[in-house]
């Protein structure tokens, strides 16, 4: 399982700093049948968190930081967190659940079938981990719709790049 998941190379083609997010796509947060949130709309400076994958371990330990250190980014400008998982609603909303995040102001969103994942160029092959088409893990800091940073793991198993300390210290 480690060299397949060593495999899992980052590649080109992802969104930029200085482009605009224009992401119309609806993605669920509290509603399973119905999206409520698009990306593309945010006023303010916000954060994007893509992952590969709810309930792994890697995406396990990579979101709490982000939940623990909220008030840390909000001090720097951030308006709000938004974790982006091309899982379904039911999944994430369980997964937020699991990492005793339901209080916090953190979002998880489901992108169910990896639409704005994909619109962003951040979709890769995992089926033979994962079963099907995933995030690659990445930040993105947005500000009234621009991107302003791109943080982008190497290998998507890794934390390192977009742990929330290193994101933190570069905002």
Avoid at 80 to 92: E, H, Q, R, S
Wanted: aromatic share 8%; charged share 25%.
């Amino acid at each position: 399982m480690a060299d397949l998941i060593h495999k899992l190379k980052h590649g080109g083609g992802h969104i930029k700093e200085g482009s605009a997010l224009k992401s119309g796509i609806l993605l669920k947060e509290n509603n399973p049948e119905q999206g409520t949130i698009k990306l593309g709309d945010l006023v303010g400076r916000n954060l994007i968190i893509g992952i590969p994958g709810a309930f792994t371990p890697p995406c396990s330990s990579h979101v709490p930081g982000y939940v623990q250190h909220y008030d840390a980014f909000v001090q720097k400008g951030i308006k709000d967190i938004y974790v982006v998982a091309v899982n379904d609603a039911f999944v994430t909303m369980a997964w937020k659940e699991k990492l005793g995040a339901s209080a916090s102001q953190v979002h998880f969103l489901a992108d169910d079938d990896g639409s704005f994942t994909s619109e962003v160029g951040m979709l890769f092959d995992a089926k033979g981990l994962l079963g099907n088409k995933r995030s690659k893990r990445y930040v993105l800091v947005v500000d009234d719709g621009i991107v302003k940073h791109v943080f982008v793991e190497s290998e998507v198993a890794n934390v390192e790049v977009t742990k929330a300390e290193n994101v933190l210290g570069k905002i």
